[in-house]
């Protein structure tokens, strides 16, 4: 009987099981049972764990009774373990769309990321000294905290500095104009009472500084994080400026990127686990292909693949440019920005290159121009 | 580190210690390794992890406003050490920052020494007239120390710092605080870096270091086969230099020479003021947080009995301030910001 199948049907059944899954034969059931299951085509215990028990024996052949003793020996097994939630697909959708994302204030950057930066994911931003990987960091850790009657996020960020270049005479600058550009905006009751906690002060006192000197330093406090996290449950931000900074001069290669691979995993899951969103900052290196000699993001080629969105800034000229290159969800796009007093804005030309292409496509020509052997070089590694 | 700071079961410390060389070390290694080098169990391993990463920690995570009220002394306070002229200092928004190292790169004749003798003397005004009360290490690496130059510069502090009381200025005794060091080369400097300048800065006599000029160590001693050497040779310099300013809250200065752009790759840095870039490239670009350029200009400028060419200092990256230049002149005085 094939009636109308909506989308949200299709998602309903695919379940997203997030846990540890056990074989349906390694249940303790009589062997016909298992069998009746097994040829009915449930292969482990996720299959089972979301079915009731009429469509469990309609679907097997079992009586009803024996349908519930199946769902009772499945539910037992796995509804120990911590975490031990499926979702379907839709509640996964479902979830994804409530999630709000951090704006950067440059609202060309925005749309091209989809709202701003994903909270719940990690992003890295890369780019060479002073072209605003920083300047980014100061902004988003000023906007998190925007009240959520404005559409932000209303957050606590903590901000974990390696470099020395957290400076408050700029924070100032960039949380005053935040307050001020706000405040231009105040339409009703709701939002006249959410500036009163969005001052230039309150922003500060929302901002959790750590400096660290050194790579064992920062791994210590990578340790304490989650803790942290669980203290301060509306952080919404974790800032790390710069991850390459203190893992730049290693004598030993492999026990860099061992290092770098647990520390990936764990931005990953203080991401998901505690829904903060996770940037990270990434210097520029120079790589030698035989005569040549490429700009490609430092701390190795293995690191790429920890970010789940990848922002390159760079100069064309006198232009800065943010480009997307590594996005699940969204297409690859470049946009124009600038630096102001105020912080990181959208460029006032409304020229905008138009360089919005697939992910699969590669520049084959060979241009002069600097952000397309970037983006080619970088869609290799 | 200590092992026996842990706050953990002594039982715990002792494998660990047996088994590991270092506090530090726990934290490099996995917690599965861990307990394949302790024979600890997954609870102890926790335990030993969460113990070390306290221990190793500098500190808990501290409200940004704290800062703002001054009431963090470890932290960057928003102290600044003065140039010695206002209109310089307003480019800067103050001066140098006391904790980050800071590039003035330049072609030979810009007025990169004289700036950096200038900040000599500077220094060693107390904090209310934008010096740090304290004095300077100048290491230079190529030509002799400019002895002469310097102490025409302390006869005239009273023309160029017409902010401090003269009875102030005739009471410090300049020449006793500045400290002069010669590096031939990389080794010479690591050593001196290693073992006199932190003396002089934990004894409280130094809080300002000056490296002139940086690029001179790297140009004479590799080729450029030995690239990869070079690089790692820049990043150890560079990260004495970083600890030893975070370490003792002083500004170090490095003085670096300029290259001709003529490679597009380059471009990548950023505009290039007239065609010219600093030396030594990205990895050292990577390590600087404030980067100065400092030119020479066409023209000169008069001045009662002195004339002087044209300079123009430029902010070319800072974290905190923005793209700008200033015009400047080198007179008998030192350095002074020119309004025109």
Known sequence: MLGYVSWRDVLKKLTLAVTMQRPVSSLPLSPGMKLKLVGAGFQSTADLILLKPLQLSKETGLSQQEALEVLQAVRKDGGGGEGSTSLTALELLQKEEETRSIITFSSQLDAALGGGLPVGKTTEICGAPGVGKTQLCLQLAVDVQVPQCFGGVGGQVIYIDTEGSFLLQRVIDVATAAVRHCSLLVEDDEQRAAMMTFTMETILSNIFLVRCHDYVELLAELHLLPDFLSDHPRTRLLVIDSVAFPFRRFDDLSQRTRLLQGLAQQLVAMATRHQVAVVITNQMTTRLQGNQSQLVPALGEGWGHAPTIRLLLQWAGSRRLASIFKSPGNVDATVQYRITSDGFRDADQSEQPQRKRPRTQTDQS????????????LSDV | MNWNQLELNPRIAATARRALKSVREVLCVSGPDLQRLTGLSRSDVQQLLAAAAAACRRHPPVPALLLHGGQCRRFESGLRLSVGCPILDRLLRGGLPVGGVTELAGESGAGKTQLALQLCLSVQYPQQHGGLDSGAVYICTEDSFPIRRLQQLIREQSSLRLDVPPSLINRLQFSDHVYIEHAADLDSLQVCLSQRVPLLLARGLVRLLVVDSVAALFRSEFLTDDWLERNKQLLTLSSTLHHLSQEFTTPVLCINQVTDVFNSLD?????????????????????????LMMQRLQGTITRGNQSSSLRRLEVVFAPHLARDGQDAAVWREGVRGVDR
């Open chain 2, 267 to 291: 471009d990548s840095l950023g505009p290039p003021s007239s065609g010219l870039s600093p030396a030594l490239g990205l990895a050292w670009a990577n390590q600087v947080m404030v980067r």
């Open chain 1, 366 to 377: 060979a241009s002069s121009q600097p952000d397309r052997r970037l983006l080619r070089c």
